[in-house]
């Protein structure tokens, strides 16, 4: 597992802290996407694991393509 950045625990800490105001001006909301956020990130699943096979692909095609000008020493 690797240390998180300066830049992840503030990202972090402002949703957090946003969802503390939802949590004081609405809480039925707040509650509502505290539930629902779990379920979201299952469904969107299989498109983040479709997404890396297809990054996977077009790298592999990248690669292939500068084969030969890597080859040759134009890839220094």
Not at 1 to 8: F, I, L, N, S
Not at 36 to 41: D, N
Not at 62 to 76: E, F, K, W, Y
């Amino acid at each position: 597992m690797t240390p998180r950045d300066a830049g992840d625990v503030e990202e972090t800490t402002m949703k957090f802290l946003l969802w503390l105001l939802l949590l004081v001006i609405c809480w039925p909301v707040a509650l509502l996407g505290l539930v629902l956020y779990p379920l979201v990130w299952v469904l969107m699943l299989p498109f983040r694991l479709v997404g890396i096979a297809v990054n996977g692909v077009f790298e592999f095609l990248r690669a292939l393509i500068l084969l030969p000008a890597r080859a040759l020493g134009g890839g220094r």
